[in-house]
Every structure is written in C-alpha cells, then in structure tokens.
C-alpha cells in the first residue's frame, strides 16, 4: 500500500469505526509484540495492551519497522520454546506454542482484511501477482 493511501478506510457498506489500513498494520504487530512478549514471560516492549499500538509510528517506514519488530519478537519467543516449557501456562490460559499459533492465526486474519483494502484501492497484492 502507498503511503498517501495508509489512511484508506472502506466506506462502500457499513464500516462505522473500521481500522484504517495504517491501523490494521499497527493492530496486527502489537497484537504479536503482546502475545510474544507472553510467551516469554516479559511486558510488551511498547507498552502494547488490549491490541492497541502505541501512537508513535505514524509514517509508513516507522510502522513497517514496527512491525518488522514485532516479527522478530515472535520468532524469538518462537525458538525459546523447549520440552521443560512448552506445556505451561503462561498467560491467557495459553502455553507458549498455543500464544504463538494465536498470533498466526490473527495474522492471517488481518492479512485477509489488507488484501481487501490493496484491492478496494486498485491494488493487485504482490502474492495475487
């Protein structure tokens, strides 16, 4: 998506209170610092709670770099998983693999929503091309 278009919002139907694109992004990479901050018994780094992002990526590279972070995040709480901790709850009444499937399953989730808003845009997304 084009920077001056991470402002798009659907409007054709009923879509009272729906994430920009931006705020899709942010939703998604916050989620996966709180679920992997989770997994490794540590706080969310940014401050992330109840799946909401901090302010302070606004432009298109600090939210790309935010969620780059994010995923990085997850995958070190990914491969700290072993055989002494994989069964335990954690957090969520969750174990450590069942906090890392959620986020994957939340990903592919909001993925789906971004596909609908590149195509709202006249976007062809790079995995359709």
């Given at each position: 998506?084009?920077?001056?278009?991470?402002?798009?919002?659907?409007?054709?139907g009923t879509f009272e209170?729906?994430?920009?694109?931006?705020?899709?992004v942010k939703h998604l990479?916050?989620?996966?610092?709180i679920l992997g901050s989770?997994?490794?018994?540590?706080?969310?780094?940014?401050?992330?709670?109840?799946?909401?992002?901090?302010?302070?990526?606004?432009?298109?590279?600090?939210?790309?770099?935010?969620?780059?972070?994010?995923?990085?995040?997850?995958?070190?709480?990914?491969?700290?998983?072993?055989?002494?901790?994989?069964?335990?709850?954690?957090?969520?009444?969750?174990?450590?693999?069942?906090?890392?499937?959620?986020?994957?399953?939340?990903?592919?989730?909001?993925?789906?929503?971004?596909?609908?808003?590149?195509?709202?845009?006249?976007?062809?997304?790079?995995?359709?091309?």
């Amino acid at each position: 998506m084009p920077e001056e278009k991470y402002g798009f919002v659907p409007t054709s139907g009923t879509f009272e209170g729906t994430r920009s694109f931006a705020e899709q992004v942010k939703h998604l990479a916050a989620t996966n610092y709180i679920l992997g901050s989770a997994a490794l018994g540590e706080k969310p780094p940014h401050g992330e709670h109840d799946e909401k992002a901090p302010d302070s990526p606004k432009s298109k590279a600090e939210i790309m770099e935010y969620l780059k972070g994010s995923f990085a995040l997850l995958h070190r709480a990914a491969v700290a998983i072993n055989k002494e901790n994989e069964v335990e709850i954690v957090k969520f009444d969750r174990t450590r693999p069942g906090l890392i499937i959620d986020a994957l399953i939340h990903c592919d989730d909001h993925y789906g929503q971004m596909v609908e808003y590149l195509r709202m845009s006249g976007i062809i997304p790079p995995a359709s091309r």
